[in-house]
C-alpha cells in the first residue's frame, strides 16, 4: 500500500498516511507533484482521467499526477509515475514551478489539498496508458490547450486550469 508524505502549513514532513486514507471530504496537506509531457513538435500530451478514478473521474489534465512514496526523490516518482501510468520514458526533466499549491473540492465532495510542484518533460513516442488510470489520451497544441481551458474549465482538472496561465506567465508553455 502507498503511503503519501503529510505537509506541514510550510511544507515540512510531519509524517505519512495510506493513500487510500488522503483523499476524503478533510484532506490534509500533502505532497504531489504534476507533470507536463511534450513531443518534438511542441505538442503537450493530455490524459483524460479514468471514470473509475476516485476525484475528478473523466475530466482532461495534464499529462500525469501522482504523490512521491515517503522518502522518495520527487524527480524517481515523476519517471516512476510516467512509467507506470503511460508507458513512458521521459527526458529532459525539470521543475518548473517548485512552489505550486492548490485545495479543490471535486463535485463529490472529496478535497485535494496539495503542495504539487509542477514538472515539464519531453517524450519521443506514445503512450501505452494504464486504463486504470487513462481513459484517453491525446497530443494538442499548447496554445488550443490554453484556450479550451480557459472556455470550458469545468472539462479540466481544476489544478491544470489554475497551472496552465502560471506556466505561460514563465515561459514555459
Same mark, same amino acid.
Given at each position: 500500500m502507498d503511503h503519501v508524505t503529510l505537509l506541514a502549513e510550510d511544507g515540512t514532513a510531519i509524517g505519512t498516511r495510506p493513500k487510500s486514507e488522503v483523499h476524503t471530504r478533510d484532506t490534509p496537506l500533502h505532497l504531489a507533484f504534476s507533470c507536463y509531457v511534450f513531443d518534438s513538435r511542441g505538442r503537450v500530451l493530455v490524459t483524460r482521467r479514468a471514470l473509475g478514478k476516485r476525484t475528478w473521474p473523466g475530466v482532461w489534465t495534464n499529462s500525469f499526477c501522482g504523490h512521491p512514496r515517503p522518502d522518495e526523490q520527487?524527480?524517481?516518482a515523476v !519517471? #516512476? !509515475?510516467g512509467l507506470g501510468e503511460l508507458g513512458l520514458h521521459i527526458t529532459d526533466l525539470r521543475v518548473v514551478l517548485p512552489d505550486y499549491r492548490y #485545495?479543490? &473540492?471535486d463535485a463529490s465532495g472529496i478535497v485535494e489539498n496539495e503542495i504539487c510542484p509542477v514538472h515539464v518533460?519531453? &517524450?519521443d513516442g506514445d503512450p501505452l496508458a494504464d486504463p486504470? %488510470?487513462?481513459a484517453e489520451w491525446t497530443? &494538442? %497544441?499548447?496554445d488550443d490547450l490554453i484556450d479550451a481551458a480557459a472556455r470550458t474549465p469545468f472539462a479540466f482538472s481544476p489544478w491544470m486550469v489554475e497551472q496552465l496561465p502560471l506556466l505561460r506567465a514563465i515561459g514555459e508553455i
Amino acid at each position: 500500500m502507498d503511503h503519501v508524505t503529510l505537509l506541514a502549513e510550510d511544507g515540512t514532513a510531519i509524517g505519512t498516511r495510506p493513500k487510500s486514507e488522503v483523499h476524503t471530504r478533510d484532506t490534509p496537506l500533502h505532497l504531489a507533484f504534476s507533470c507536463y509531457v511534450f513531443d518534438s513538435r511542441g505538442r503537450v500530451l493530455v490524459t483524460r482521467r479514468a471514470l473509475g478514478k476516485r476525484t475528478w473521474p473523466g475530466v482532461w489534465t495534464n499529462s500525469f499526477c501522482g504523490h512521491p512514496r515517503p522518502d522518495e526523490q520527487m524527480t524517481a516518482a515523476v !519517471h #516512476r !509515475h510516467g512509467l507506470g501510468e503511460l508507458g513512458l520514458h521521459i527526458t529532459d526533466l525539470r521543475v518548473v514551478l517548485p512552489d505550486y499549491r492548490y #485545495r479543490a &473540492v471535486d463535485a463529490s465532495g472529496i478535497v485535494e489539498n496539495e503542495i504539487c510542484p509542477v514538472h515539464v518533460a519531453v &517524450v519521443d513516442g506514445d503512450p501505452l496508458a494504464d486504463p486504470d %488510470e487513462v481513459a484517453e489520451w491525446t497530443w &494538442v %497544441e499548447v496554445d488550443d490547450l490554453i484556450d479550451a481551458a480557459a472556455r470550458t474549465p469545468f472539462a479540466f482538472s481544476p489544478w491544470m486550469v489554475e497551472q496552465l496561465p502560471l506556466l505561460r506567465a514563465i515561459g514555459e508553455i
